[in-house]
């Protein structure tokens, strides 16, 4: 491209010296025996200073030896001849010559030097544009799509391929323009174990393939591929600056993706951990229970009346219960964590939302522990029924946790207005002043070392779903206070939904 239009310019450059000639030529040539000889060297020079600005030196030369014909053959007594005559015209036919050679040189020279000026701008301003494309907070994908892609346009190339690292030897990171084919990549991607620097490689059958090694302080990042028609030396130059602020990019946004591989690792761990410690502390107590019941009634030596019996299958019940809301709150976890919780509201009666939460606790001796207070009837809230009833169980099995045997649990409704308030409080040592801020955190450790938080961060959660939060505080009275609110449904405007909507699941 560049070739063509350099003749272009060579040949326009010709043809202009060579009309001008004619032009200034055909106008001296009437008064040629009034003019001087210097008068018309003087002129002369025009044609070729134009013929060097519009195509170069060599254009110059062209139009130098053109001038010297006709000055010698025209203006030059005798004229229509070679011969030059007299001393003073073999003078002036020198002169005339060094001074065109001269000024022609250092009109090239200033047309060069113009053009390698607006050559180098060009290369800058195409550069800060080609790297404000790198900058940004991209995904690694993303910015090697960006790399392959301008590359591919700005330089003409046929196909680019960014080729990273894999686990044993170079695989295919973006690719832009034409796919290479699996004979083109087998010879660009080398062995495992074969470095890969900057090489060429020419096939007479298609295109020639060039590669050029990303590398940031001699570490190397990638390999780009590119195949198409070679470029000049200073698009070489470009392309090797771009490369090498690619090779940063890429590095950075490699780093960063596995910074935050690490974190993900490490928060999974955290996590696991803190699984395996809710397991060992929430599992062990019911199945320790179940284990004991269960052997009691298997155990052909024990005697056992109908009461204790009775006892004890309601021990294996209620600890079953105690395990199957464990699994249940696990897998609403899941949920929480892929983001799918979604809650479907409803309008339903408080007072059946407490009972619902009550008896999923399914355990009759601690039913007997919890106190219903202020519960008024004919109240309706918009809610799911199934998440608050959940966080109702929730509320109550860790209010049961740290209340002594036969100490209350109550549950306290208020309304105003707009909301309906619920609370329940336990007769528990109540939460240390440290603990409140993260008390409904994942897995988080109580004073006692176990996990109490699972419940309660799902209770959080399920809350947060329909707009809200609880709210935890020490009551005046001893023990722990957990309150949340739900919106208040009119009498009158719960009638006439409750033909219309159905239970949620």
């Not at 809230?381 to 860790?398: F, G, K, P, R, T």
């Amino acid at each position: 491209m560049l070739n063509a239009r350099k003749w272009r310019e060579q040949i326009i450059g010709l043809a202009l010296t060579v009309v001008l000639f004619l032009a200034v030529s055909s106008a001296m040539f009437p008064f040629r025996s009034h003019i001087s000889v210097a008068t018309s060297a003087l002129v002369l020079v025009i044609p070729v200073i134009w013929g060097v600005v519009i195509g170069g030196f060599g254009v110059g030369l062209i139009g130098i030896a053109l001038g010297f014909l006709v000055y010698d053959f025209i203006f030059i007594p005798p004229y229509y001849t070679l011969s030059v005559g007299q001393k003073q015209n073999w003078i002036a036919l020198g002169v005339y010559a060094i001074v065109v050679i001269l000024v022609s040189r250092v009109v090239a020279n200033l047309k060069d030097a113009r053009s390698l000026a607006l050559e180098r701008e060009k290369h800058a301003r195409q550069l800060f544009e080609l790297s404000k494309l790198l900058l940004g907070d991209k995904e690694l994908s993303e910015l090697l799509e960006t790399v392959t892609d301008s590359v591919q346009l700005a330089f003409h190339f046929e196909s680019v391929v960014l080729l990273l690292q894999g686990s044993e030897k170079l695989e295919v990171g973006a690719a832009s323009g034409q796919a290479l084919s699996n004979e083109d990549l087998q010879k660009l991607i080398p062995n495992a174990g074969v470095p890969a620097t900057l090489y060429r490689i020419s096939d007479d059958q298609s295109p020639s393939l060039s590669s050029l090694a990303l590398t940031v302080a001699g570490r190397p990042v990638g390999l780009l591929v590119m195949r198409g028609t070679q470029t000049q030396s200073p698009d070489i130059q470009l392309l090797s600056t771009f490369a090498n602020n690619a090779a940063l990019a890429i590095e950075q946004a490699q780093l960063k993706q596995q910074a935050l591989q690490a974190k993900l690792l490490e928060e999974t761990d955290r996590w696991r951990r803190a699984l395996l410690g809710s397991v060992s502390h929430d599992l062990r107590t019911p199945l320790a229970s179940i284990k004991t019941a269960a052997s009691g009634l298997s155990d052909p030596s024990a005697s056992l009346d109908p009461s204790q019996r009775s006892e004890l299958l309601e021990t294996i019940s209620a600890q079953t219960d105690r395990l199957s809301r464990l699994v249940v709150n696990l897998l609403d976890m899941t949920r929480i964590d892929a983001g799918v919780l979604a809650p479907r509201q409803t309008i339903i009666e408080i007072s059946e939302l407490i009972e619902e939460g009550i008896s999923a606790l399914g355990d009759r001796k601690a039913k007997e522990q919890i106190v219903v207070r202020n519960c008024p009837n004919e109240v309706f809230v918009s809610a799911d029924h199934a998440l608050i009833s959940q966080v109702i169980a929730n509320l109550l099995e860790n209010a049961l946790r740290y209340s002594p045997q036969g100490q209350p649990v109550t549950i306290d409704v208020s309304t105003t207005p707009a909301e309906v308030l619920l609370a329940v409080s336990d007769s528990g040592p109540g939460v240390p002043p440290g603990l409140k801020e993260h008390i409904f955190e994942m897995f988080k450790k109580d004073s006692g070392g176990g996990y109490a938080g699972l419940g309660l961060a799902i209770a959080d959660a399920f809350v947060s779903a329909h707009g809200g939060h609880i709210e935890v505080e020490n009551a005046p009275s001893g023990g722990a206070r957990f309150s949340f609110s739900l919106p208040l449904v009119p009498l009158d405007e719960s009638e006439f939904l409750s033909d219309q909507d159905t239970p949620s699941r």
